[in-house]
């Protein structure tokens, strides 16, 4: 907690595997942080990573993510899992600041267990207590597409299986970092807009598994009647023409107490559907992909914005503004430049 | 409302939240954030009065800060459960049932014997006579109503700077 008598990375990581929480804590706030720490803990735990179900879960704000989540967790705890999940929620603009209020709604989930892993009476099942981290935005161009991969990767080392994502699927990143998990679900709600809206949001084409939530809401049955459409167009151009892959849809209503275990069922399908067809190792594959992509786009920019700053790129800036030579081929020398100094 | 954009523009200036952060490393692969002071917000017990710190819970947000708000009828292991899952810098508790000397000292005892060292900050109505108990009881500052937005977000970085300090 405190920076100056900062523990060892690896020594955090010892802790955290035997299961101590602060040390987890810890770790996942340098892992937020980034910098050399955040590399140190990612070599570690890749070692240790990889066979955790990732999942995630996206959709509008106040579409019943987070209570979603909590009934999610609460079944899979009682199933004996050790599940762990990374509630991403917005920074304000303004300040930097956030209110991260994922929790609130997931309460159930912490309270059903004590505080240490007890042996179930009747089933004999050992049951774990959840990992839940909220983790803001912070705003950052790129900042989030690292620190989640990051953090997700940590949790999977330490044995938390499955890793659950929350994002309010609303930018680009957060649904990116949604669709490479392993299984993507994305919650809807009752009044959100018709058919053509559902075409439209790019949320859906990563979706898996569909979960219409709030079930018990007017419309309800609509909003199902215009997702299996959007479906049946998929059998021509889609997942399903693709791979012969049908996302199923998943009423579920948190008031009525009813879905969460079937949205369960169809997360565990498509992990079978994926592992039955070769396509998980696909999945993997797009995700390091992915964050290495976003690794090596966060040095290079970094690079180029240094460049612009250098006496170097002062001076080729002025003669664009002077008129002297264009944006183009200020563009190239610089690009020369660059290139030069990453040989070197 | 002039308060709060007071605290905003103290906050621009006051630069990294933590003391000590090490600076930019340029060899990271892993791009630096700074460092923010992530704060546990709740009402402890069977209180019902959260207006307060749903106001507290703004306050901080536009002072910076990361706020995880847990809200209404919170354990103090519930409390502590989630300022370790959080990493929080600090635990804010907003009282108004008069179950302060009772709520308060419980809530320090246990983030003692979590062997965490994060200080708690309480909030609400506390008789003036009662905050010398609630201090010697290891809360870090008791604030009551009139606090201004800018006490309040100092009063945090405060009680975070002291907390640092004694650990070291």
Not at chain 1, 143 to 150: D, R
Not at chain 1, 243 to 262: F, K, N, Q, W
Not at chain 2, 69 to 94: F, K, M, N, P
Not at chain 2, 158 to 166: I, L
């Amino acid at each position: 907690m405190t920076t100056r008598t900062k523990p060892s990375i690896p020594d955090l990581y010892r802790d955290a595997r035997a299961g101590n929480r602060l040390a987890i804590g810890r770790l996942l706030t340098r892992v937020e942080r980034g910098g050399a720490d955040a590399d140190a803990v990612s070599e570690l735990a890749h070692a240790d990573a990889g066979s955790a179900h990732i999942v995630g879960i996206t959709g509008a704000p106040g579409a019943g993510k987070s209570t979603l989540v909590g009934e999610l967790v609460s079944h899979l705890v009682a199933d004996g899992r050790r599940p762990a999940v990374l509630a991403v929620d917005p920074s304000s603009p303004l300040t930097g600041g956030a209110i991260l209020g994922d929790r609130i709604r997931m309460e159930g989930s912490q309270d059903s267990v004590s505080t240490r892993p007890a042996v179930d009476g009747d089933a004999g099942t050992v049951r774990h207590k959840p990992f839940i981290r909220s983790m803001a935005t912070r705003g950052h161009s790129g900042g989030l597409a690292l620190a989640v991969p990051l953090a997700v990767r940590l949790f999977d080392a330490l044995g938390f299986d499955p890793v659950i994502i929350e994002t309010v699927g609303v930018g680009q990143v957060e649904v990116d970092v949604v669709g490479a998990a392993d299984t993507a679900v994305v919650v809807a709600t009752p009044g959100m807009g018709d058919a053509v809206q559902a075409n439209k949001a790019g949320l859906l084409e990563v979706a898996d598994v569909f979960v219409v939530n709030k079930a018990d809401r007017p419309g309800a049955n609509d909003v199902r009647r215009d997702l299996e459409l959007m479906l049946d167009l998929s059998k021509v151009t889609g997942q399903e023409a693709e791979i012969g892959y049908r996302p199923p849809i998943v009423m579920a209503s948190a008031l009525e107490g009813t879905g969460s275990t079937d949205v369960l069922a169809a997360v565990a399908d498509h992990l079978a559907f994926l592992e039955s067809t070769g396509r998980r190792d696909e999945r993997r594959r797009h995700r390091a992909r992915t964050e290495i992509e976003a690794r090596l786009a966060q040095a290079l920019h970094r690079r180029v914005a240094d460049l612009l700053s250098s006496p170097t790129g002062v001076a080729l800036l002025k003669q664009v503004e002077a008129g002297d030579q264009s944006p183009t081929s200020v563009t190239r020398t610089l690009l020369d430049e660059l290139l030069a100094s990453t040989e070197s | 409302m002039g308060e709060i954009e007071r605290a905003n523009s103290e906050t621009e200036s006051a630069g990294p939240e933590r003391v000590g952060d090490a600076p930019a490393d340029d060899a990271a692969l892993t791009p630096t954030q700074d460092a923010r002071l992530r704060v546990v917000l709740a009402k402890l017990g069977l209180d019902g009065h959260d207006r307060g710190l749903k106001v507290v819970a703004r306050i901080l947000r536009d002072a910076g800060m990361e706020v995880i708000y847990l809200g209404l009828r919170q354990t103090t292991d519930s409390i502590v459960a989630a300022a370790e899952q959080e990493d929080a810098d600090a635990i804010g508790l907003s009282m108004h049932n008069a179950g302060h000397l009772t709520l308060a000292p419980a809530m320090v005892a246990a983030v003692a014997e979590a062997g965490m060292t994060t200080p708690v900050v309480v909030g609400g109505i506390v008789p003036e006579e009662d905050v010398q108990t609630l201090l010697d009881a290891g809360v870090a500052t008791v604030l009551g109503p009139g606090a201004s937005a800018t006490e309040v977000a100092q009063a945090v970085r405060d009680a975070v700077a002291a907390a640092e300090a004694s650990a070291s």
